[in-house]
């Protein structure tokens, strides 16, 4: 599977390993001096997922600001480098064969958080935890829900990232966008949003999120950590600690629950090479170590094909394979 949004050209077609290498590091000098951006070539992944899994991503960059960020895509665009963005890493299976062309990852410029009365405005890569303390700091409810999600706010857009009855949706009144193709900025109202279960607008376009503007309410500071405590235990009780996961593997069917469907299959426990269905929780996949992707694709089929024989039920991925294919 290539890349979301490549269109599997080889951008480097015909030349050879050695060369590549040389290509690839002129590329990230040539974005360091031009563009000003953080720029490495051949960076492993598995330092930047939750999984710990993943090949070297030809580029990996991060842009400071705005500025930077619009002529770096603009700069891709006019070479022809399929990108990939990416949050906190905490919801992608990268591929043991890294992936072809850049990895942007939004930096220190995208990561403020501002409260002003009941609205919070936070750049992209704010990481949802710290919004969602916040908030419970500054006596605002809505983001309890979020306390437990280890993503980023634009991870979250992207996913409309949910949990305990809430979702970023819910919230989110103004995302600020940059279109893919054309590099125009927008502030989308959440109606334009449209957000789904695990989806919204940004998933549909591949558009950028810049930030976002957050409604929340008024409520105890009290009432609310005490919620957010309520939840974080019931994680620590429900989901698996200390072994790298990505969340989820698979999204809950209608009316069900994927772990519970995979519980009932039987399949807890099982392990292809370093990866293992959690023994504490159906749906996640823990890495024992040594996991490769291509381990956990190959247990995510057995997943499937158990579950779909005895309930018939074709469970789907919510985690993103990325990179090229195993
Ligand atoms: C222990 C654990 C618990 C979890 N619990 C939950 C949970 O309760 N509920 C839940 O919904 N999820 C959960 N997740 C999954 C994950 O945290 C969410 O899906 C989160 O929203 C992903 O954000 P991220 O920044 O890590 O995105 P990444 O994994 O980096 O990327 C995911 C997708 O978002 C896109 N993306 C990231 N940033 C941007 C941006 N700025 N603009 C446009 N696209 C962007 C990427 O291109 C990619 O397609 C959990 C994960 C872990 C590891």
Sequence with gaps: MNQRGNPGIDWIAGAGVREVKLILEEIAEEIRKKLGCKAKSREPMWRHTSFRIGGPAELYIEPRDEEELVKLLAYLREKGIPYLVMGNGTNLLV??????GAVVHLGDGFKEIRIDGSIIRAGAAAPLIRVAREAAGAGLSGLEFAGGIPGSLGGALYMNAGAHGGDISKVASRARVIHRESGRIEELASGALEFG???????????VALGAELVLARGGPEEIRARMDGYAKKRRATQPQGAPNAGSIFRNPPGQAAGRLIEEAGAKGMAVGGAEVSRVHANFIVNRGQATACDVLKLIERM?????????????PEIEFVGRPC
Excluded at 95 to 100: F, H, K, L, T
Excluded at 197 to 207: C, F, H, T
């Design 95 to 100: 591929s043991d064969a890294g992936i072809e």
């Design 197 to 207: 279960y695990r989806s919204s607008l940004l998933r549909k376009r591949g558009y």
């Design 304 to 316: 499937q094909a158990l579950v779909e024989e005895r309930y018939g039920v074709k469970l789907e």
